[in-house]
């Protein structure tokens, strides 16, 4: 797959604790797409911390990509005694991924693309 890289690489030596990055594009907005590749067995999960019981294995050598979803945060406005009691809706995209050693060592890098 073709893709075009719109922010900088993050590279991350794996170890056997996790450890979470927040990717941007060079404009500073979080990328709707991520390509993840990397040198040795890797668990990564979005949003919270990768474990080996509930991450996603990515294999040696064999770059993935992935769509950074899109969430819904609330937030109110106004409240309880406010008539009306405004509520404003909006979406965000996730914004940290997580990454743990699936083997012993090795880098994971993570970049933006379109």
């Known amino acids: 797959m073709l893709s075009k890289v719109i922010g900088p690489t ?29 040198s040795a067995p890797a668990f990564i999960n979005f949003n919270t ?18 769509k950074l979803e899109n969430s819904l945060a609330v937030a109110s406005t106004g409240t309880a005694n406010t008539t009306p009691s405004y509520i ?6 996730t914004a940290t991924i997580s990454v743990l050693q699936a083997g012993s060592g090795g880098f994971i890098s993570i970049t933006p693309v379109a």
């Open 10 to 38: 993050v590279v991350l030596t794996l170890s056997n604790s996790a450890q979470s990055v927040t990717p941007v594009t060079y404009s500073g907005d979080i990328p709707k797409v991520v390509r993840i590749a990397t």
């Open 88 to 93: 404003t809706k909006y979406a965000i995209n």
């Open 49 to 66: 911390a990768a474990t080996s019981s509930t991450g996603i294995l990515i294999p040696t050598g064999t770059p993935e990509h992935f």
